[in-house]
Nanobody, 124 residues
Framework: QVQLVESGGGSVQAGGSLRLSCAAS????????MAWFRQAPGKKREGVAV????????HYADSVKGRFTISRDDAKDTLYLQMNSLKPEDSGMYYC?????????????????WGQGTQVTVSS
């Protein structure tokens, strides 16, 4: 099992920045990919960014390209999401998710391990 704990959410004004962290523990070996998802009230869950553990390949949702940066610190077993130039539409609950099996990176259904989420609120 893998345990994930997010932190770093909060309330900021539009244009501001936040850095989310996702601390992993447990059986973190053989992870295929590590991702961030978000979900706003009444909206579908959205894949925000992913980093593939083996190749280091990174992908972003079009809505966050150029503003968000995903990274990891293997020594600390921690995944990060640096969010700059935040917009009100970035508001929502942000979750990190890990998966060992091959799948589609932006499909939440293809992940087995999830954190509890951290709230991000961006005011205009």
């Amino acid at each position: 099992q893998v345990q994930l704990v997010e932190s770093g959410g909060g309330s900021v004004q539009a244009g501001g920045s936040l850095r989310l962290s996702c601390a992993a523990s447990g059986s973190t070996f053989n992870i295929n990919r590590m991702a961030w998802f978000r979900q706003a009230p009444g909206k579908k869950r959205e894949g925000v960014a992913v980093i593939f553990a083996g190749s280091g390949a990174i992908h972003y949702a079009d809505s966050v390209k150029g503003r968000f940066t995903i990274s990891r610190d293997d020594a600390k077993d921690t995944l990060y999401l640096q969010m700059n130039s935040l917009k009100p539409e970035d508001s929502g609950m942000y979750y990190c998710a890990f998966e060992r099996s091959v799948g589609t990176w932006y499909r939440g259904e293809d992940y087995n391990y999830w954190g509890q989420g951290t709230q991000v609120t961006v005011s205009s």
